[in-house]
């Protein structure tokens, strides 16, 4: 008999990559499941690169909230709350517990599962569950939720993380036997107090160019470009890629040489890709969020301590070994 699975994961980039092992995990431990995956529009790319997701359930939730109650988002938000109340799910996983999330869980049916009282970032989620799990919360966001998965399954997690991205993998090799070799690098944030100095992105640069590899760079938006496109002025092995779709963008890392980023969701995306990556932390910590991958990574840096450039140099050396 199908065992009919609602994921709640609606965002942000590089928690979605952090929930991927965990639906590896359900896939291989449950037999005959159907998962189905509920997630903020924007990301919604994501849980489709995964085979064993069946159906990915689209929400607009930051798009709504602009104007949650004109006439246009509340037709499209009562659209989609019929769709979600009519189906019909054996169990029902809040891998997020926020309130926010919590608004969806709740109007699907199924037996509700999430994070109890002492687990849970924001605690009045756990109210609206009829199962709670408790999972220490100061531990690696990837095995957080491929615990919490485990714990709402009834199975022990054996063996390292699955991603389940191996589908960018032969396009990526094909790549790399045509392409100059490159580098990615990720130079921005959301938060400027995550920026790494100018000097020390420049020699970085040059240490990658020294070893022959063209260099790309990634922005998210105007400004980004724009401070991107400063950092590697005179530079003729050097471009700011265009910004693309995120199946894209994930197309270009996964045949990456290995990329160095900023603590952002592209950095952790390449990591889960199986590229060598080096996570430059400055304002958080890399003690919840470290890059995780079966290939070299190093997660320099702690909140209000930022890596010292030959921390940075030396990581990329071991890398390119």
């Given amino acids: ?58 929400v607009a939730h930051r798009r709504w909230r602009r104007a949650w ?33 919590v608004w969806w869980v709740k109007m699907a049916t199924g037996t509700k599962h999430g994070l109890d009282w002492r687990s849970a970032r924001e605690p009045l989620a756990t109210l609206f569950y009829d199962v709670r799990h408790r999972v220490e919360f100061w531990q690696p966001a990837v095995t957080r939720q ?16 699955d991603f389940g991205l191996q589908a960018f993998d032969l396009q990526a090799q094909a790549v790399r036997g045509l392409a100059s070799p490159y580098a990615m690098i990720m130079p921005s944030a959301s938060r400027d107090d995550k920026l790494w100095p100018e000097p020390d992105w420049q020699a970085v640069f ?27 002025q005179g530079r003729s092995n050097a471009e700011v890629l265009p910004r693309g779709t995120l199946t894209e963008t994930a197309a270009h890392l996964a045949a990456a040489t290995l990329m160095v980023g900023l603590d952002s969701g592209l950095t952790h995306l390449s990591a889960a890709l199986g590229r060598p990556t080096i996570g430059i932390y400055k304002a958080s910590t890399p003690v919840r969020t470290p890059l995780v991958s079966a290939a070299f990574t190093a997660s320099l840096g702690d909140r209000g301590q930022p890596p010292s ?13």
């Fill in 146 to 161: 491929r615990l919490l998965a485990a714990s709402a399954f009834g199975y022990a997690v054996q063996g390292e993380p």
């Fill in 1 to 58: 008999m199908t065992t009919k699975i609602l994921i709640v994961r609606t965002s942000s980039l590089g928690d979605l990559v952090h929930m991927l092992p965990a639906i590896s995990d359900i896939a291989k431990h449950v037999p005959d499941s159907q998962i189905d995956w509920l997630v903020e529009d924007a990301f919604a790319s994501i849980p489709t690169w995964h085979p064993a997701v069946h159906q990915v359930l689209q």
């Fill in 206 to 232: 040059d240490q990658l160019t020294a070893r022959g590899l063209q260099l790309k760079l990634l922005a998210g938006n105007p400004a980004e470009a724009q401070r991107a496109q400063a950092l590697i």
């Fill in 69 to 101: 109650w004109s006439r246009q988002v509340r037709r499209e938000r009562h659209a989609f709350e019929e769709d979600l109340r009519s189906r019909r799910y054996d169990i029902v996983l809040d891998m997020q517990a926020l309130l926010k999330s």
């Fill in 309 to 321: 450039r030959q921390a940075v140099l030396g990581a990329i050396e071991q890398a390119l070994r």
